[in-house]
């Protein structure tokens, strides 16, 4: 989120802009969402002035990271 305030997109999107290949980091859509809404992993982000919701439209399932 470097130079931005909001990014908006499904978590396939996001695993696409990041290398998965890195240890620790899920290689599909649905876990990488899942681990990125425990409550450990908002907690940390919090700390850096970063939230992470969920939003859902009739045909997506998006993730939303604002400062």
Known sequence: MIGRDF????????LSM????ELGIPKD???L??????P??????QTYG??????RTASRR?????R
């Open 29 to 31: 859509g649905t876990r």
């Open 50 to 55: 970063l939230t992470v919701e969920r939003e």
């Open 7 to 14: 990014w908006e997109g499904t978590a396939i999107e996001l």
């Open 40 to 45: 450990h992993t908002t907690d940390a982000s």
């Open 62 to 66: 998006l993730l939303v990271f604002s």
């Open 18 to 21: 990041i290398d998965s290949g």
């Open 33 to 38: 969402s899942g681990e990125i809404m425990k």
